[in-house]
Structure formats: structure tokens, C-alpha cells
């Protein structure tokens, strides 16, 4: 009996339904089981990794950056807790959007944020990206407040570089940056990822091995919406090492106070201040103005800023105590007089005649007093810085031997201090002409040559350097930027001093040049007077570098010369003359003569470390004398 009808038949209509229903039953099965096994087989490891990386982020935790401090422990860079905004590119639903919406929340440029966000491909897509630095408190609260329709956006604290004194020993403290991606290609960056950063430049860079610390990571268990839900492991960070400086606080900062008060209100100034101690080599104060805040550099730096620091023709990113080369002038005459002493050429009492000038060849040196100085020894030609003394005596050196003893006392050579952009200035000879132009030297040259001009350069620093040597005793030291390096479990590692050579002079004729430099300054007509301190013996040597042909200031005086065209002052010194523990170069550029503009900020710093030394607090600031007159030596 059929069940379809009635008197058994079938019922046409109704089977052709169920067939049909039937065969769409077998085919939407078979689409489920095609897309199962598309799923599951096919791309089953690439879902299971996207599924745990989408509920397993990995974090890295960037360590505390270490400290820096002076001599005395006092902060010069330290580390304060920050907040920055993330992304993970992977879990952002609608990046475009995204990244609009947080631009309005931060007040910031879009296009701003769509650089900063790139097109991260591979594992980058899983790893936070940083938009936005050191976020304050308004802007964070708008990204919070917004944060739960905000999938796969973060905001972390992270530590953040902070220099306390602003601007003070920028050069020498230096700055930082992101890695960049030369350097992520490089072996030495190789455990370094986009977006850390890293010093660029000064004692930052220098010391980043020590500074730079290990990051630490965890894994946190998130929600869909890209919220922490639970952490499940965690490594914490290795701080950075402890770094003690030489640098002394308070002289860098009179230092840097008096070289800023060493031009006229309205002129800008230029110049650089490098104090060292001659017995270790170490650098107590190194300034180059004009300077620059490096907190400005601890995040991503403003563009606007950043071509103002760049196109500004002051350059105040340039560290002049290492990279500026000049001239040195007359503070050059201490180094010839040593390496006439050690010749034989020249006795301590041996006279020369200065009528006021010198006549070789078809030409007539003068001397910079027009009325000439009349019967000069060795201690009186260093204490009025007779020219014609020094013509004479660079002649019957010879160029070669001249450069030979400048050499020797660490001219025309990098100090090795470390720091980058440290140019070696020049010390011509015949064999370094003939190199370079193909031409053979003259003699005349070699007059100028011996005063400190000519094809003569030098850095602040070198002259600090060559000084010392002078001052210890012919040691040439390396100059020494680290006391020691404190590790984060408390090991201290020292960083002892590194004796570069020995110059090729006697202790009795070193002796006979410190004397007469005591002269520059301790006695009456000495050049140098401005630098005395009283109760301290100072021992020092002017220089007023000529940069143009006098015909180009010819009949102008001090502010009337355009500033271009206006001397560099020097002057180099070292205290106490009998046993020196501190040596002060100092060079304003464009400054005039420099024993009128140089010699008082070294009688600035000289007069704070002696306070110091004696425990006593500093006198009141004075309003330096600023002539831009061409002087004495």
C-alpha cells in the first residue's frame, strides 16, 4: 500500500520536492565541507597562528636609560616615566579611519600620523607601532576615554630621556634618536628594533653599550577589541649603567655664563670653553655656544624645530670645542719657544731686537705693537708676545721641526676623546705642501707659521690638550670623559687615565715656558692680566687670530669691523702656575683681541674653581669689557 495517496498511488509533485530538496541538502554540504576542509587543512596553520596571536600579544620593555652625573653625583640626563601612543597594526579594524580618529583625539596632523604608521607587512603587523611621544595629561585622557572603540590602539609608559639643566653641556651630553634603518642593517644594531632609540651624538652615543641597558618583554592575553586581559609571563628590563662624568656642574655652567655674556646684547655670541686637569686628562667643563635644549630630541623631534636647529647659520648643533678648527695665533709662541729651548737655538737670556717689525724677502712682517718692543728675552717675548721674537725663531727652526714639536704636543692630530665629529686641525711642513697644492713651502711662510697663522688650525680642545702637557710636564693625556661606569648590581668599573706620550722636551726648558706664561699674566705689561685671580697663581698666553687680510679692515676699529671679518680671541692658561690642577682654554669667536675678551671668562672659570677649591661661594657676575679691537698676542 502506498503511503502517497489514496489507492496507493504515488503523488508526482510531492517526490520531485523531496528530490530537490535532497539535492540542495547535498550540495550546501558539500560547499560546508569543501570550506572545512579549506579551513581546517589547507590553511589551518595560518589561522591557528593568526588566532593565537591575536589572544597572546608579546610586549617588549624597553629598559630605564642610564643615568648620567658629574663628578660630584649630581644628574645631568636621567630617565621619567612617559606615555606613548601605540598601535597594532594586526588588530586595527579600519587603519584609515583608525589613525583619522586619533589625530582629531591628539590634535595632531593626520598625515603626520599616516608616516609614522607606514605600511608594516610581516611580523611588523604584530608588534606596537609608536604614533606620538610623551603624551600630557589632556591628550591622554581623550585617547583613553575613546580607547574601547579603539581596537588594537594603546597607550603604554615607557621611560623617557630627560636632561634637568636644559641646554647646559649640551654638546658634550649629546642627544637622541630612533635607530635608523642604516644602522638596523648594521651587526652592532642587530638586537635593536624600529622605533627604539638610541644616542646620536656626545656622551650618548659614546657611551650607548653602557647606557642603552636590555629590554624585557612579556605576554599578555588580550580580548578581541585588543584589550589586556590577563599577563601570563613577564622578563623585566635591565636598567642601563650608572655614568660618572669628569665634568664638574657648577664650572660648566660659569663657563657657559661667561662665554654668553662675551659679545654685545644684540650681537649673537659664538665660542668654546674646554677646562681639563692636567693630571688625569679629565674634562671639567667643555662648552660650545651657541647650544641647543637636547629634551627637544628625547622623542620625535618637531620638524619645524629641526629645520630652524638645521638651517640657523650659527650652527648651534655644531660642538665647537672638538669640530671648530681656527687659527691658533700667538697662543701657538709657547710651543715654539719650548722647541727653540730644546734645539739649542735659543738661550733663556738670548735677546732679540723688536723695532716693530721684520723685514725679509721684499716684505715687512709687523709686529702688533706698531712702536715695537724693543730688547726681548724669552720670558718677556711670551709676556708681551713680541711677533718679531717668534719670526726669528721659526726661522731658524725650519717649518719641518717647527711641526715636528707641534706634533709632538698633540697638534694636528684628534685627541681620540671619543666624541664624534672631532676634527685634527692642521700642522703644515714642506712634505704636507707639497701633498697638497704640489707647490714647494717658502720661507716666508714660515714666519707666519710661527705666530700661529698661516695654514695653522687648531680645536679648543687640542689647545686644552697641548697645554696640559705643558702644564704636567710633557705628558700628553688623553682627555678623559669618564670617572667610572656603576653597573646596575653595583659594580663600579673605573676608566683610568691614558697617557698618549711624552713630548721631546726637557723638564727644565718646559719649566722656563711655564714661567714666562706665569709672566703673561702675573706681571706688570704682561698680555694676559685680566686673568688674575687673586690669592691663585695663573699662568696663561693670549691670541688674537687674524681670519682676513688687515687691508679689509683698514681704518675701522672694535664694532665697526663687520663681525666676519673681526679676530677669533684666545687665551690658554693653567692654575696654580707652581703645580697645576686645572687648564682653561677659551676661543670667542670673532671676539677681538684675547686679552681683552678671552682672558676674563677663563679668569671666570678659574675664579669658580678656586672658590671651590677653597670653599667659598662665587663673587657677583661682572659685566665683561667687550672690544672687538685687534690686541696684544
Not at 506 to 529: I, K, Q, Y
Amino acid at each position: 500500500m502506498s503511503q502517497f495517496g489514496p489507492g496507493g498511488g504515488s503523488d508526482p509533485t510531492l517526490e520531485r520536492g523531496l528530490r530537490l530538496l535532497a539535492a540542495g541538502m547535498a550540495a550546501a554540504f558539500s560547499i560546508f565541507l569543501l570550506r572545512l576542509v579549506q579551513l581546517q587543512v589547507v590553511q589551518g596553520e595560518e589561522h591557528l597562528e593568526r588566532s593565537q596571536r591575536n589572544s597572546i600579544r608579546t610586549e617588549r620593555l624597553t629598559a630605564p636609560r642610564g643615568e648620567i652625573v658629574d663628578r660630584k653625583g649630581r644628574l645631568l640626563a636621567t630617565t621619567r616615566p612617559a606615555f606613548h601612543l601605540e598601535v597594532v597594526p594586526s588588530e586595527l579594524r579600519d587603519p584609515p579611519r583608525t589613525l583619522a580618529v586619533l589625530a582629531r583625539l591628539l590634535g595632531d596632523e593626520p598625515e603626520r600620523l599616516r608616516e609614522s604608521y607606514g605600511d608594516p607587512r610581516g611580523r611588523a603587523r604584530f608588534q606596537p607601532l609608536r604614533l606620538s611621544d610623551d603624551l600630557d595629561f589632556e591628550r591622554l585622557a581623550r585617547v583613553e576615554s575613546h580607547r574601547h572603540a579603539l581596537p588594537g590602539v594603546l597607550t603604554e609608559v615607557r621611560p623617557y630621556r630627560q636632561y634637568p639643566h636644559g641646554p647646559l653641556a649640551a654638546h658634550l651630553l649629546g642627544s637622541l634618536g630612533e635607530v635608523s634603518p642604516g644602522q638596523l642593517e648594521s651587526e652592532r644594531f642587530e638586537d635593536y628594533r624600529p622605533g627604539d632609540v638610541v644616542g646620536k651624538s656626545g656622551v650618548e652615543a659614546l657611551l650607548e653599550p653602557f647606557l642603552r641597558g636590555r629590554a624585557g618583554g612579556r605576554n599578555v592575553l588580550v580580548d578581541v577589541a585588543g584589550r589586556e586581559v590577563e599577563v601570563l609571563d613577564r622578563v623585566e628590563a635591565r636598567p642601563g649603567a650608572r655614568v660618572v662624568l669628569a665634568l664638574d656642574l657648577d664650572l660648566q655652567r660659569t663657563a657657559e655664563e661667561a662665554l654668553a655674556a662675551a659679545a654685545p646684547p644684540e650681537e649673537p655670541v659664538s665660542g668654546a670653553v674646554v677646562a681639563l686637569d692636567p693630571r688625569d686628562g679629565g674634562v671639567l667643563a667643555m662648552a660650545s655656544l651657541p647650544s641647543y635644549d637636547p629634551n627637544a630630541f628625547s622623542g620625535r623631534i618637531d620638524a619645524a624645530l629641526w629645520r630652524q636647529l638645521t638651517s640657523d647659520p650659527m650652527k648651534p648643533l655644531q660642538n665647537r670645542a672638538l669640530s671648530g678648527q681656527y687659527p691658533p695665533g700667538s697662543t701657538y709662541k709657547a710651543f715654539v719657544a719650548a722647541a727653540a729651548l730644546e734645539e739649542g737655538l735659543r738661550l733663556p737670556k738670548t735677546t732679540v731686537f723688536c723695532p716693530g717689525g721684520f723685514a725679509f724677502g721684499n716684505r715687512t712682517y709687523r709686529c702688533w705693537k706698531r712702536g715695537g718692543h724693543g730688547t726681548v728675552d724669552l720670558r718677556r717675548s711670551l709676556m708681551q708676545s713680541c711677533d718679531v721674537y717668534y719670526y726669528r725663531a721659526g726661522l731658524d727652526l725650519g717649518i719641518d721641526r717647527l711641526a715636528e714639536y707641534a706634533k709632538a704636543f698633540g697638534l694636528g692630530a684628534v685627541t681620540g676623546i671619543g666624541l664624534e665629529g672631532e676634527q685634527p686641525g692642521l700642522v703644515p711642513s714642506s712634505a704636507w705642501k707639497e701633498r697638497r697644492f704640489g707647490q714647494e713651502w717658502m720661507p716666508g711662510e714660515t714666519v707666519s707659521a710661527a705666530i700661529g697663522q698661516g695654514y695653522n688650525l687648531l680645536t679648543p680642545l687640542q689647545l686644552a690638550v697641548s697645554y696640559a702637557a705643558i702644564a704636567n710636564g710633557g705628558h700628553v693625556l688623553r682627555p678623559r670623559l669618564v670617572l667610572e661606569v656603576v653597573e646596575p648590581g653595583g659594580v663600579h668599573v673605573p676608566q683610568p687615565p691614558h697617557e698618549i706620550r711624552r713630548v721631546p722636551v726637557s723638564d727644565e726648558n718646559l719649566a722656563l715656558v711655564r714661567d714666562g706664561l706665569h709672566a703673561v699674566v702675573d706681571a706688570p705689561g704682561g698680555t694676559g692680566r685680566r686673568a688674575q685671580v687673586p690669592g691663585l697663581a695663573v699662568a696663561g698666553k693670549t691670541g688674537t687670530a687674524q681670519v682676513v687680510r688687515l687691508e679689509k679692515t683698514a681704518g675701522k676699529t672694535g664694532l665697526a669691523i663687520p663681525r666676519p671679518y673681526r679676530d677669533h680671541a684666545w687665551f690658554a692658561s693653567f692654575a696654580p702656575a707652581e703645580a697645576p690642577e686645572i687648564v682653561v682654554a677659551v676661543l670667542v669667536e670673532h671676539g677681538g683681541g684675547g686679552g681683552a675678551n678671552a682672558a676674563p671668562i677663563a679668569q671666570k672659570v678659574l675664579q669658580r674653581w678656586w672658590d671651590d677649591k677653597n670653599g667659598r661661594p662665587p663673587p657677583a657676575p661682572e659685566e665683561p669689557a667687550v672690544t672687538a679691537a685687534r690686541g696684544a698676542g
